[in-house]
């Protein structure tokens, strides 16, 4: 049975992740808005955006050897603590209808971005091993908090100074700063003393079948799934739906993404990680057939809410799987590499997926992520049944 200990530190950092998903929910919302209001040209308003992508990019595996250094909590305190200064720049940026401060200050938003993929690697070293799969599962269900109080923040956020969204910004002060207070009471496990030794390559690591799987497994499902999200609003305007119609289906999409949560971890401890990769796979087949065959809403409604919860089974089953390929002198390189590739993976699909709209159309991307789906689907059946064969046959 969990101790209080670890229940605590699970919900701590499940709350922690809340108020990340909250920050970029609300930073989603206006940063393209605000650019275009400070930039010297409506052509570079998303470059703050893209500055605190970059950022992130560049944060996530120096995030992981210092946490191998100092320690986890040290290092979400510090990403926490630069976030922060990081909302205080873009509100003075505001006030003081700066760019230039405005990038500087997305820059510094990037850094939590970078490092808050690391809660649920922190959640599985709190807990035993019978524990981890939920402790995975239960810290992403904050994004279930993430998506009722981010939109619901943005909105009343955004008048609460007389400089247009300089409130929002305001607010991505504020929520670092009760992370940071959260933090302080969780209670992370020591440091190993023996962080080298015995560590593989990451050569040798990657011939593990399961860790191709699990690094496909995330890249992939994370790619997808944002390739598709992005390009949906502009397929649902192309058909002439209602903007209330696309809140709609996005909030469906977020549930989701994050609801399963709450039983993902008990589903992987009862069926075994592969089945659950599976099922996303399947999921996310269904979602690409229900949009190639029609474009009403309940096309678009069902097929993204069925995308979310196969991001959800894929993300949570291929971190699950991904803790079983490394042992503890290799884990800072190995979450630093998977994590990397999985924020290059998003970040590209990100920025292309208006252009690819544009170039080939609503039907041609779904079809576009169809061999992707199906690769992992296929490399998860092929290890179910090499498993069976090798324990029939042993």
């Known amino acids: 049975m969990q101790t209080r200990f670890t229940k605590r530190n699970v919900a701590l950092l499940s709350f922690c992740q809340a108020l990340g998903i909250t920050g970029n929910i609300i930073v989603f919302s206006v940063s393209a808005l605000a650019g275009a209001e400070l930039a ?25 050897f210092l946490m191998k250094r100092l320690g986890r909590k040290t290092g979400f305190m510090i990403g926490s603590a630069m976030a922060s200064l990081g909302g205080g720049l873009a509100f003075i940026a505001l006030n003081l209808h700066s760019f230039v401060l405005f990038c500087a200050g ?30 995975i599962s239960l810290v992403l269900a904050g994004g279930v908090l ?72 995330g890249m992939i499902g994370y790619g997808a799934m944002s390739l598709l999200m992005i390009s949906t609003p502009l397929s649902m305007k192309h058909s002439l739906l209602p903007f209330e119609n696309i809140t709609l289906v996005i909030q469906w999409h977020v549930l989701g993404m994050f609801a399963p949560s709450f039983i993902t971890g008990s589903l992987i401890k009862r069926f075994g990680v592969y089945r659950i990769l599976i099922a996303g796979a399947v999921l996310n087949l269904a979602c690409i057939i229900i949009n190639i065959a029609g474009s009403s809403l309940y096309h678009y409604w069902v097929a993204l809410f069925l995308l979310g919860v196969g991001w959800n089974f894929l993300f949570i089953g291929a971190s699950s799987l991904l803790t079983e390929c490394y042992t503890e002198s290799e884990k800072a390189k190995v979450q630093a590499m998977n994590e990397f590739l999985i924020l290059v993976t998003v970040s590209t699909s990100s920025l292309f997926s208006g252009i690819l709209f544009e170039w080939l159309g609503w039907k041609l991307i779904n079809y576009l992520v169809l061999p992707q789906i199906t690769l992992i689907l296929l490399i998860s059946l092929w290890i179910v049944f090499s498993t069976r064969r090798t324990v029939s046959t042993g």
């Open 146 to 217: 993430a998506a009722i109080a981010g939109p619901t923040i943005a909105n009343m956020s955004v008048r609460f100074f007389s400089t247009v969204y300089a409130g929002n910004f305001f607010v991505l002060l504020i929520l670092p700063l009760l992370t940071l207070f959260l933090l302080l009471f969780v209670k992370m496990p020591p440091l190993s003393e023996k962080p080298n030794e015995g560590a593989r390559s990451i050569i040798h690591i990657s011939r593990q079948p399961k860790f191709l799987l699990a690094l496909l497994g």
């Open 106 to 135: 997305s820059a510094l938003l990037g850094i939590l971005v970078g490092v808050m993929p690391y809660y649920r690697f922190a959640a599985v070293d709190a807990a035993d091993e019978r524990f981890k799969n939920n402790a």
């Open 40 to 64: 010297p040209s409506r052509a570079l308003a998303t470059i703050p955006l893209f500055i605190q992508y970059l950022s992130a990019m560049l944060t996530t595996i120096p995030a992981s």
